[in-house]
């Protein structure tokens, strides 16, 4: 068990894992996978499994009414894990640990696709 949600364990697959991040768009695995595997990590992809939610309460039908069911459908989505067991991505991104293929440092803003280009050249902590 995690000693706290930055190191989450998790069988995916049935290979153990730490897990990226849940609940990814397929866009979003698109981005990470290829990412991870240029840095030397073995990723594992999973479907998400649905959400767990209530269903709305349905108006009580009148007599000879035909009962319609809601039907709730939930975006696709997967959660992500690498085989490795020390890697942490909070520490991977902000020790600088990252690379992106044309060899510049993952940031922070690159990680969460705010930018498209990784320009952090100077570490924060040396401006």
Same mark, same amino acid.
């Given at each position: 068990?995690?000693?706290?949600? !930055? %190191? ?21 695995? *698109? ?13 594992? =992809? ?7 939610? *209530? ?7 009148? =007599? ?17 894990? =690498?085989?490795?067991?020390?890697? !942490?991505?909070?520490? *991977? ?10 060899? %510049?440092? =993952?940031?922070?803003?690159?990680? %969460? ?5 990784? %320009? ?8």
């Amino acid at each position: 068990m995690a000693i706290n949600s !930055n %190191h989450l364990l998790e069988e995916l697959d049935g290979v153990r894992c730490i897990i990226v991040e849940k609940n990814l768009t397929p866009e979003r695995v *698109a981005f990470l996978k290829p990412l991870l595997e240029y840095n030397t990590l073995k990723v594992v =992809v999973v479907p998400s499994p649905p959400a767990k939610t *209530a269903a709305p309460a349905a108006p009580v039908p009148e =007599v000879g009414e035909a009962v319609i069911e809601p039907v709730i459908q939930s975006p696709e989505t997967y959660t992500m894990g =690498v085989t490795n067991m020390l890697f !942490n991505p909070v520490n *991977a991104v902000f020790g600088r640990l990252l690379r992106t293929p044309d060899g %510049h440092v =993952v940031t922070p803003a690159y990680w %969460h696709q705010e930018e498209t280009i990784s %320009h952090d050249e100077i570490p924060y902590y040396e401006r």
